[in-house]
């Protein structure tokens, strides 16, 4: 019996070793060099496979970078602390200090919309929204069930009063949420400049429509094309920005306050 | 002799299918079926795994299990031998085939334990093979695996362009399609009264 054991436990430590040596010589045989840049780009990236950059795996985003494949700021999660690093690694120089951010252009918290409704379905935006367009009056504006911030990877989304706040320090311009408003009233924009403003409405209905509907949407007075020299503009009643053009913006605190429903924002 | 060879084979590949008449393997089956190309590699790998599993087992089986009196290792000693050629054929893919090597992802090491190459053993042992008839066995099995993957692989890539209803979406109708699979197979059942 004893013996038996001692055949078994040296027969398996035999096979063992026999298949360690093959394997270790097979090893050495067969061994490919992997390229040091891509581990070295690997580790300044995030790691979280997001897909933002075009890739399906942050490795092979390191792969296509090494071979000088890709652009150096596709990496949108990791933001301008990974983008610099890249361009050390790599000798590429960047523009410093542009940050890109999600904005939600809908500003009627859940006090400021009126609703029409009652709505008892899934607690989704989308639900809601298929739902004869949801429970509020306006067709355009936010629903408020928050499916942007459960989309969020980095948790940069709170729902205050029904509206979401976008955190932007944590903010990394993944468009995820983008993707999933069924509104469509977020958009990522760089903020090029501390004057940077947007419309917080992205109601398409005339003037007396939308004030019917909301108290902060935007009715399409046109003030603001008058105060900006037309860096605001109106058209399919609702005010427009030409983004580029804030920078040269004069009386930016003007055409936020002579605004009537106060419907523009300043991203500070 | 050979007619018991190409019987032997012919079991293997069609009318004992390991995938469609014993289920075995349904992981890879199922994972590396969406793409012909893909197939077509995992398939070669496992065909290769498999022959050479099936000889290196039959001598180990033999020459030192039975020598010394100790059959019952043979699953232990079975597994040692089936992820250490694993592990050399995924070392021989990353080498001279990178882009295969990178479509098969996790279902290459997944071989290692894939029981389609485990019960391939058990089953030539079990029906007391000798040695050539074990690599034949091998192959046949091997051949089966891939035919079984690039049937499947066809039907997929078909089935892309299918308006497939919603419920039976994605894993539902992957399991379906290889259900009608094996009972078409069961049609080749009478080939070989054996």
């Not at chain 1, 809908?106 to 809601?128: E, P, Q």
């Amino acid at each position: 019996m004893n013996s038996n054991v001692a055949i078994s436990i040296l027969t398996m430590a035999g096979l063992g070793f026999f298949f360690a040596l093959v394997l270790a010589f097979v090893s050495r045989k067969l061994k490919v060099k992997g390229n040091p840049l891509v581990e070295k780009i690997e580790e300044i990236l995030p790691g979280v496979n997001c897909g933002a950059c075009g890739f399906t795996s942050c490795r092979q985003y390191a792969e296509a970078l090494a071979k000088g494949q890709a652009p150096i700021d596709g990496c949108k999660a990791g933001g301008n602390a990974v983008l610099c690093a890249l361009a050390g690694i790599l000798g590429k120089e960047v523009k410093e200090g542009l940050k890109k951010l999600a904005i939600v252009h809908c500003g009627a918290d859940a006090s400021s919309r009126k609703k029409k409704a009652i709505y008892n379905g899934i607690k989704t935006c989308k639900a809601a929204g298929n739902m004869m367009g949801g429970e509020i009056v306006c067709r355009y504006g936010c629903l408020g069930y928050g499916d942007c911030r459960d989309a969020c990877p980095f948790d940069a989304i709170t729902i205050i009063n029904g509206l979401p706040k976008i955190d932007k320090n944590k903010c990394t311009a993944c468009e995820k949420c983008v993707i999933v408003c069924p509104r469509n009233i977020i958009s990522v924009e760089e903020i090029t400049t501390k004057n940077f403003m947007y419309v917080s409405c992205s109601s398409l209905e005339k003037g007396a429509q939308t004030r019917k509907a909301c108290s902060v949407g935007c009715i399409a007075c046109g003030l603001c094309q008058k105060f900006s020299g037309s860096i605001f503009f109106v058209k399919d009643n609702l005010a427009h920005v030409q983004y580029n053009k804030l920078a040269d913006i004069k009386n930016k605190d003007e055409v936020i306050t002579k605004c009537p429903t106060k419907c523009i924002t300043l991203v500070n | 002799m050979i007619l018991n060879l190409i019987l032997i084979f012919i079991a293997a590949s069609i009318t004992h299918n390991i995938v469609l008449t014993y289920f075995l393997g349904i992981c890879p089956f199922i994972g590396v079926s969406k793409k012909i190309d893909q197939a077509l590699g995992m398939g070669a790998a496992t065909t290769f795994v498999m022959t050479l599993a099936a000889m290196v087992t039959w001598l180990i089986y033999h020459f030192v299990l039975i020598r010394f009196g100790l059959p019952f290792l043979q699953y232990a000693a079975f597994i040692i031998v089936i992820a250490s050629l694993v592990q050399i054929v995924e070392m021989f893919m990353r080498k001279f085939s990178p882009p295969l090597y990178r479509a098969l992802g996790i279902y290459l090491p997944l071989i290692t334990t894939n029981c389609a190459i485990l019960g391939l053993t058990l089953f030539m042992v079990m029906r007391d093979y000798n040695f050539l008839e074990s690599v034949v066995f091998g192959v046949g099995s091997g051949a089966g695996f891939t035919l079984a993957l690039l049937i499947m692989a066809g039907i997929r890539e078909d089935l892309e362009c299918c308006d497939v209803p919603k419920i039976f979406q994605g894993a539902a109708i992957t399991l379906i399609i290889a259900g009608f699979l094996a009972l078409s197979f069961m049609g080749f059942g009478g080939l070989i009264s054996k």
